[in-house]
């Protein structure tokens, strides 16, 4: 049972662009969200995060949000640039230090 | 934040043998754990390596096939006991430092990429 999805393995998006990466969720005692970036050889980088009680959380050109009636968080990075290439991992947890993570998106982002 | 490293940085093994994989974080940590990711999936937790005593293991994952220590704030070794190619992936570990105000943010070594034949 996957309580954490992500259901898009991958995305291309031009350079200057918004890309927009999505995660669904099934746990509603989830109360705590983050997104890593992992690029290939590396062990993931947190990125940004979001508690239950917000609905948006911004850092710079990376902005979560979240739709907790819709059990849904999605990163938006604008704009792209080539460096945002990697694999993006949405992770929640239950007020612990135990991560549900997801499967991963792997963003392209094309000069 | 915390700088982790871990040793090796990939293996490969011939199957009922044993692997031992290091972990040491540049600055005292609150808690260490280990995940283990296999191919195309995500991250799964393995156990919370606890200093000075035993480790919490998740569901699925026992003691004799993956002892841990951590004798100290700062170490932590996983084992991965009599080896099947079933156990090729990547074993991360991961740390949440002391004194950070974002208590949730776990930060994570390289990675070992082990393939077992």
């Known amino acids: 049972d996957q309580q954490v999805k992500q259901n898009s393995p991958s995305l291309s998006v031009q350079e200057g662009r918004i890309s927009i990466l999505n995660c669904d969720y099934t746990n509603s005692m989830f109360d705590y969200f983050l997104w890593y970036k992992k690029y290939p050889a590396e062990g993931p980088t947190f990125l940004i995060s979001?508690?239950?009680?917000?609905d948006k959380n911004e850092d710079g050109r990376f902005t979560v949000f979240l739709n907790k009636s819709a059990k849904h968080l999605s990163l938006h990075i604008v704009p792209s640039q080539p460096g945002d290439s990697a694999v993006y991992f949405c992770a929640a947890s239950s007020g612990t230090y135990k991560y549900i993570f997801g499967t991963g998106t792997r963003l392209k982002v094309l000069a | 934040s915390a700088v982790i490293s871990q040793k090796p940085s990939r293996d490969i093994c011939q199957r009922g043998t044993s692997l031992t994989i290091q972990c040491q974080v540049d600055?005292?940590?609150?808690?260490m754990f280990w995940y283990r990711q296999q191919p195309g999936q995500s991250l799964t937790l393995i156990a919370t390596a606890n200093q000075g005593s035993e480790a919490t293991y998740e569901s699925g994952f026992v003691i004799d096939k993956f002892p841990i220590s951590r004798p100290n704030l700062t170490f932590s070794t996983l084992t991965v006991s009599n080896m099947s190619p079933e156990d090729s992936s990547i074993y991360l570990c991961s740390a949440t430092p002391s004194g950070t105000s974002g208590l949730h943010e776990q930060f994570f070594g390289p990675g070992t990429r082990l393939t077992v034949l």
């Open positions: 979001i508690s239950s009680i917000k």
């Open positions: 600055s005292q940590v609150t808690m």
